[in-house]
Nanobody
Framework: QVQLVESGGGLVQAGGSLRLSCAASGRMSSTYSMAWFRQAPGKEREFVAAVSWSRPYYSDSVKGRFTISRDNAQNTVYLQMDSLEPEDTAVYYC????????????????WGQGTQVTVSS
């Protein structure tokens, strides 16, 4: 089993920045991909970013504004979010596993509880 704990969410004005962290514990492996998904009220959970074998992946909606990074020694993944927009408001979830499709939520075995990000206009 792997446990994931997210932190760093909060309220920020449009154009501002936040940095999310996700710490993994338990039977974590450096071979696991680590990803961020988000879910806004009334919407489906959507892919945000992932890192797999040091290669980053981003959704088109956040590319150029968000940066994902990983510290394997600390079993932690970060999401630096810049130039935030009200449309980025959502609960952000960390996930890990060995998905066959990096951008698909169904492929991830372990999930955190989520952290709220609210961007005011």
């Amino acid at each position: 089993q792997v446990q994931l704990v997210e932190s760093g969410g909060g309220l920020v004005q449009a154009g501002g920045s936040l940095r999310l962290s996700c710490a993994a514990s338990g039977r974590m492996s450096s071979t696991y991909s680590m990803a961020w998904f988000r879910q806004a009220p009334g919407k489906e959970r959507e892919f945000v970013a992932a890192v797999s074998w040091s290669r980053p992946y981003y959704s088109d909606s956040v590319k150029g504004r968000f940066t994902i990074s990983r510290d394997n020694a600390q079993n932690t993944v970060y999401l630096q979010m810049d130039s935030l927009e009200p449309e980025d408001t959502a609960v952000y979830y960390c996930a890990t596993g060995r998905p066959s499709l990096i951008m698909t939520a169904a492929g991830y075995n372990y999930w955190g509880q989520g952290t709220q990000v609210t961007v005011s206009s």
